[in-house]
């Protein structure tokens, strides 16, 4: 792998120069993982990350309009940042680094600050954000409580999830996303089922998943069900 492909995931395309489309790509447990993480991300995630201006349809539009919308018209106790920007837990930082960034930092440490009902210390709730409101007098928790930890324990850390699948496997990822074990019958079979008569006219090509690709191979999967094929042949990125 070169230099400028460092820290990327790799992907083999069996390509069908004559067709001009991917039959299926080789990839293993990294790259599978990535893709199916696609399914945990928050919907405000996914709109924010393939820009709101550039969206097909009108998710991009409900975003736009919660931006929009004046603090007057909001609940009171709704953050619009919360609904805007959510908070994607540690398991989903840590599977998709290249559309949310990885974190190595302690979840809880011990500068991790809680926040009580600033009005009278008997109600149960806490909160890690100043702005919540008290449940039962309707009172902003902004009195302060630190997180101690236990005799003997350390702070629960954000480690690199295992993921979704199983390792030391290979697995088919097909033009539109369909992952399967890989096996020699499948690929044969694929072969057929594209009546592929010139194998002459089949090369292996190496591609690899960067941050900027994995933002297209995202926004790919919501316009076509030929992914590889558009990421990689009509834009001449293979």
Same mark, same amino acid.
């Given at each position: ?40 991300? &928050?919907? +405000? ?14 998710? +991009? ?35 998709? &680094?290249?559309?949310?960034? #990885?974190? $190595? ?11 009580? %009902? @600033? #009005? ?13 409101? %008290?449940?039962? %007098? ?5 009195? +302060?409580? $630190?997180?101690?930890?236990? &005799? ?9 999830? $295992? ?28 072969? @057929? $089922? ?45």
């Amino acid at each position: 792998m070169g230099e400028a492909n460092s820290g990327k995931i790799s992907l083999k395309l069996l390509v069908d120069r004559n067709a001009k489309r991917v039959i299926f790509g080789e990839a293993g447990k990294e790259f599978v993982d990535f893709l199916f993480n696609f399914l945990s991300l &928050p919907v +405000g995630t996914v709109v924010k990350l393939l820009s709101k201006d550039k969206m097909v349809g009108s998710l +991009g539009k409900i975003y736009e309009s919660i931006e929009a919308m004046h603090a007057n018209y909001m609940e009171p106790n709704l953050n619009k940042e919360h609904v805007l920007n959510p908070k994607v837990s540690s398991s989903y930082l840590a599977n998709s &680094p290249f559309l949310l960034g #990885y974190k $190595t930092n302690d979840e809880l440490n011990d500068s991790t600050v809680f926040y009580r %009902c @600033s #009005y009278s210390s008997s109600h149960s709730y806490v909160s890690k954000d100043q702005q919540a409101v %008290c449940p039962s %007098c309707k009172h902003y928790m902004n009195s +302060g409580l $630190t997180f101690v930890h236990g &005799p003997g324990k350390e702070a629960a850390k954000v480690e690199k999830g $295992t993921g979704y699948v199983k390792g030391l496997v290979t697995y088919m990822v097909m033009d539109d996303l369909i992952v399967k074990p890989m096996s020699t019958i499948s690929s044969i079979t694929l072969l @057929s $089922t594209f009546k592929v008569k010139d194998l002459g006219a089949l090369e292996t090509v190496e591609v690899f998943i960067g941050k900027e690709e994995a933002v297209e191979m995202l926004k790919a999967s919501f316009l076509t069900d030929k992914v590889l094929t558009l990421m990689f042949l009509a834009n001449k990125k293979a």
